[in-house]
Structure formats: structure tokens, C-alpha cells
């Protein structure tokens, strides 16, 4: 322990113990944020829609931008944690959790509802095939930097991932013109 981590372990006194509540946990919370936050999302676009017509391709702008934010917010926890050597709040979770809801809530449904206004009446169904097959290259993908994840510094994993967030999300406000046009032209 000493040569990996340059000191001697930390030894508590005996029968005291420390309070720790295992990170899986915290992702049930995601379930929870999607039962809770769908009615006030839904219900927060009604009401903006009422004054200002948001997009569809907008809607997954934000969803987007809400995705690098969050992983901006592990980013910060990972600055607190010193490297992984320090226990942070379990807050930075919830945190995390209930910022990627509420991106995941603008990405996937409304994503899924482009596909559907977008193609060909004939190729509706492979049209959504083709996000679904789109979703599973990314969940593979999610499965290398899982693999590549301990080979980093937590902050410099979310960065990463942040960085690549971000930059789609950049390409998609470029092209958000031209998508909302399109869009106009095959809905109207």
C-alpha cells in the first residue's frame, strides 16, 4: 500500500465505521428523475410553447448541452476528489443523475420523434431501426472507455467525454438552421 500510494493506510479505531453508500446505487435514481421530471418537462414546453415555438431539433440541442454539462459536472467532483484519492458527497451523483435526465429526456424521445417525421412514410420502421442500431454502436462504445476509464484521472475521463459531447453538440447548433428548414419543409 505504501509503495502504490506513498503513505501508510488509513486505520480507524476498532468498532468505529465508516459511513459509505456504494456509487451503483445512485443510478436507480435515474429511473426516479425520469418518472419525475417527464410531467414537468412536458408541462415547461407547453408553457414555452405557448409563447415561443422551441423545435424539435432544438429540444436535442439542449438535450445535448444538458449531456456536457453534466459530465462537466463530474469533471468538478473529480477536481474535489483529488485523482480518486478522496471520497467526494454522493450529492455530485444525484447532481449528475438529475442533469443527464433531463438531457436523455430531450435526446432520445425527441430524436426518436425526428426520425419519425423525417422519413419516408415507407421507411418509418427502418428509419427507427436505424436509430436503435445507432444506440447500440454507442452503448459498444460507452464499453471501450469504460475499459479505458482506469488508465485516466477521473477528471481528465469526464473532460473527455465532456469534450466529445460538446462537440457534437457544437456541429448540431451549426447545422440547427438548416435541420429546423428541412424540418419545416417535410412537416408542413
Not at 425527441?110 to 423525417?118: A, E, F
Amino acid at each position: 500500500y505504501e509503495a502504490k500510494y506513498g503513505h501508510a493506510p488509513e486505520v480507524t479505531e476498532p468498532g468505529v465505521w465508516v459511513k459509505v453508500i456504494n456509487p451503483e446505487l445512485f443510478q436507480s435514481l435515474n429511473a426516479l428523475f425520469v418518472v419525475g421530471m417527464t410531467p414537468l418537462i412536458v408541462g415547461f414546453f407547453a408553457w414555452l410553447n405557448a409563447r415561443r415555438q422551441i423545435t424539435t431539433a432544438r429540444k436535442v440541442f439542449f438535450g445535448l448541452c444538458l449531456t456536457t454539462a453534466s459530465l462537466l459536472l463530474m469533471a468538478l467532483a473529480g477536481v474535489f476528489a483529488d485523482g480518486g484519492a478522496a471520497k467526494v458527497s454522493g450529492l455530485w451523483l444525484v447532481g449528475f443523475y438529475g442533469v443527464i435526465t433531463v438531457g436523455e429526456l430531450l435526446l432520445s424521445p425527441m430524436g426518436l420523434s425526428l426520425v419519425t417525421k423525417l422519413a419516408p412514410k415507407r421507411l418509418v420502421g427502418l428509419a427507427m431501426g436505424g436509430w436503435f442500431l445507432a444506440t447500440a454502436f454507442g452503448n459498444n462504445f460507452s464499453g471501450f472507455f469504460g475499459g479505458i476509464q482506469g488508465l485516466m484521472s477521473p477528471v481528465s475521463f469526464f473532460l473527455l467525454l465532456a469534450g466529445l459531447a460538446g462537440l457534437v453538440a457544437l456541429y448540431l447548433r451549426i447545422v440547427l438552421p438548416k435541420l429546423d428548414a428541412t424540418i419545416k419543409q417535410y412537416r408542413g
